[in-house]
């Protein structure tokens, strides 16, 4: 099942690169930005809730699709061309295992606990 999610999740990636390439930038603007959403991880500097928060706000799909919708409503292809990195991106970081985090630990995610071994003390 794992795999399949892996290949579900590739797939609304390339999906999300293909319909960037629909609009009027360069494709490689896509691949320059394709890493942005991690600034996001500047949150942790702070402590973990804010980092988990600040994480979440950058990679919930959600978020992606309403930035891509409003952007095509309001005729704004910038702010379409944000909700597909971030879109894009997020799906990449789920067929690495990286989800959206907890509040307690930057390794726990709602796919899990990623880099290994699940703590002795979590639930």
């Given at each position: 099942?794992?795999?399949?999610?892996?290949?579900?999740?590739?797939?609304?990636?390339?999906?999300?690169?293909?319909?960037?390439?629909?609009?009027?930038?360069?494709?490689?603007?896509?691949?320059?930005?394709?890493?942005?959403?991690?600034?996001?991880?500047?949150?942790?500097?702070?402590?973990?809730?804010?980092?988990?928060?600040?994480?979440?706000?950058?990679?919930?799909?959600?978020?992606?699709?309403g930035l891509y919708l409003a952007?095509?409503?309001?005729?704004?292809?910038i702010l379409q061309a944000t909700?597909?990195?971030?879109?894009?991106h997020s799906s990449l970081d789920?067929?690495?295992?990286?989800?959206?985090?907890?509040?307690?630990?930057?390794?726990?995610?709602?796919?899990?606990?990623?880099?290994?071994?699940?703590?002795?003390?979590?639930?």
């Open positions: 099942m794992k795999m399949l999610i892996k290949i579900e999740e590739l797939m609304l990636a390339a999906l999300a690169l293909w319909l960037f390439a629909q609009l009027e930038y360069s494709l490689w603007w896509a691949l320059l930005m394709l890493l942005a959403p991690d600034i996001s991880m500047l949150g942790y500097l702070l402590d973990t809730a804010s980092g988990a928060d600040a994480y979440n706000l950058l990679h919930h799909k959600g978020i992606a699709v952007g095509a409503i309001l005729s704004l292809p909700g597909l990195v971030i879109f894009g789920r067929v690495f295992g990286y989800g959206l985090k907890h509040s307690d630990a930057f390794q726990h995610t709602h796919l899990g606990w990623s880099g290994g071994a699940k703590p002795a003390h979590s639930e």
